[in-house]
């Protein structure tokens, strides 16, 4: 069936550096773009990045520009974040999204990882 | 950054009431836009998309209106497993945002 499974998630301090991965089955990946939301503790959700199906058009949030970089490898059928300078404020659930394409919205969302910022 | 505001940002329903959530652009967003189901510890799920298409598999009690500024939900026969929390996404422009969500609690 069509999943997203996330992983790569735990406790790192802050500056630390952290990489996230989410393995897609039961679709084909390299037809979507894909996308990071995340949500911090009792928060709502945030939009982090996103990335196109080849992965030649990327976007970030204001809030992660410079330290956090989106990727994918179509042969494996994977997305991936790389998250450095981590902040306190880093802290909440990543899921991995796809765009269902135009009219864009999220359509599959994996089950989470979380990501804790502490010393 | 478009604004969505979503109203109220509580409610209390019974099982069988009619339920209306109202979500608001800062500009106008044609209708792109989204709305998704979230339980507590679970990911969110796609309702309804472009303002008022009902995703593969929703119930039909589910309908999205609106266009332009002014969008709303409406769940026509609360169920038990309605009760979550709702959130408004605006796919006009990047970045795409999401209200601050519309917890919906049973009376």
């Known amino acids: 069936q069509v999943q997203l499974v996330e992983s790569g998630g735990g406790l790192v301090k802050p500056g630390g550096s952290l990489r996230l991965s989410c393995a897609a089955s039961g679709f084909t990946f390299s037809d979507y773009y894909m996308s990071w939301i995340r949500q911090a503790p009792g928060k709502g959700l945030e939009w982090v990045s996103y990335?196109?199906?080849?992965?030649?058009?990327?976007y970030y949030a204001d809030s992660v520009k410079g330290r956090f970089t989106i990727s994918r490898d179509n042969a494996k059928n994977s997305l991936y974040l790389q998250m450095n300078s981590l902040r306190a404020e880093d802290t909440a659930v990543y899921y991995c999204?796809?765009?269902?394409?135009?009219?864009?919205?999220?359509?599959?969302w994996g089950q989470g990882t979380m990501v804790t910022v502490s010393s | 950054d478009i604004q969505m505001t979503q109203s109220p940002s509580s409610l209390s329903a019974s099982v069988g009431d009619r339920v209306t959530i109202t979500c608001r652009a800062s500009?106008?967003?044609?209708?792109?836009l989204n709305w998704y189901q979230q339980k507590p510890g679970k990911a969110p799920k796609l309702l309804i998309y472009a303002a008022s298409s009902l995703q593969s598999g929703v119930p039909s009690r589910f309908s999205g209106s609106g266009s332009g500024t002014d969008f709303t939900l409406t769940i026509s026969s609360l169920q038990p497993e309605d009760f979550a929390t709702y959130y408004c996404?605006?796919?006009?422009?990047?970045?795409?945002?999401f209200g601050q969500g519309t917890r919906l609690e049973i009376k």
């Open positions: 999204a796809r765009d269902r394409g135009f009219p864009s919205a999220f359509d599959i």
């Open positions: 500009q106008s967003i044609s209708s792109y």
């Open positions: 996404q605006q796919s006009y422009s990047t970045p795409c945002t």
């Open positions: 990335i196109s199906s080849s992965g030649s058009t990327i």
